[in-house]
């Protein structure tokens, strides 16, 4: 079975712009939640899509937001990016349906963002 | 909110030997507990959990403990190998409705001497 993918893995922006953020999960998966990870926060929850519906939401500002499409892929997007958004974003996905492993939760590689 | 801390920052073993690695976390609703193993320039692979109502599981090398009364749990390796060399994070969260996410330890970076 593939694993999560994240889309792009590089990225360079600049202060002001905006930058959307794909994230495809494991086959079958319906729940995709967003992180974010900076050497001084550490790993920090922004939000999980399940359904195609936000059903929680991490301490971020506005300019964070996602969403969900039919097929569970999910993006992510940070808009008026600040030089403290670079980071390495991270997605992961779990079933969510049932069962004692519904709530694993299988990381990709993340997207490094870096804004200047 | 949940606060996971963790300990220790770095830790470095001989090889062939022991690790141990803490977390403990504030939140009594939390259940479920899992560890995650980063690797440089990959995203963090999920290694072992548990839950709430069990208090020791083990997969081969590597072990998780619960004491759910002190609010910790650890991360227990034997035999180490090179392989092993990575930063480990420890995590909490609440299972089924209103759970808010994983909240991470900051993470323990493990060097495996030869």
């Known amino acids: 079975k593939a694993g999560v993918t994240q889309t792009p893995r590089y990225l360079i922006k600049t202060r002001g712009q905006q930058v959307t953020l794909s994230c495809s999960p494991i086959s079958g998966h319906r729940s995709v939640s967003w992180y974010q990870q900076t050497p001084g926060q550490g790993l920090q929850f922004l939000f999980e899509y399940f359904s195609e519906t936000q059903r929680n939401k991490g301490n971020f500002p506005g300019r964070f937001s996602g969403r969900q499409f039919s097929n569970s892929r999910s993006e992510m997007n940070v808009s008026t990016l600040e030089l403290g958004d670079s980071a390495l974003y991270l997605c992961?996905?779990?079933?969510?349906?049932?069962?004692?492993?519904?709530?694993?939760?299988?990381f990709g590689p993340g997207t490094r963002l870096t804004v200047t | 909110g949940e606060n996971v801390e963790q300990h220790p920052s770095t830790l470095s073993v001989q090889e062939g030997d022991s690790a141990v690695i803490k977390c403990t976390y504030s939140?009594?609703?939390?259940?479920?507990f899992p560890w995650y193993k980063q690797e440089l320039g990959k995203g963090p692979q999920l290694i072992i959990d548990i839950r709430s109502n069990v208090g020791e599981k083990k997969d081969q090398r590597i072990a998780v403990t619960l004491n759910k009364t002190a609010k910790h749990f650890s991360l227990h390796i034997t035999e180490t190998q090179p392989e092993d060399s990575a930063v480990y994070f420890c995590?909490?969260?609440?299972?089924?409705?209103?759970?808010?996410?994983?909240?991470f330890g900051k993470g323990t970076h493990q060097i495996i001497q030869p």
């Open positions: 995590a909490a969260s609440r299972e089924g409705g209103g759970a808010d996410g994983l909240t």
């Open positions: 992961a996905s779990s079933t969510r349906t049932g069962g004692p492993r519904a709530y694993e939760q299988y």
């Open positions: 939140d009594s609703a939390s259940n479920y």
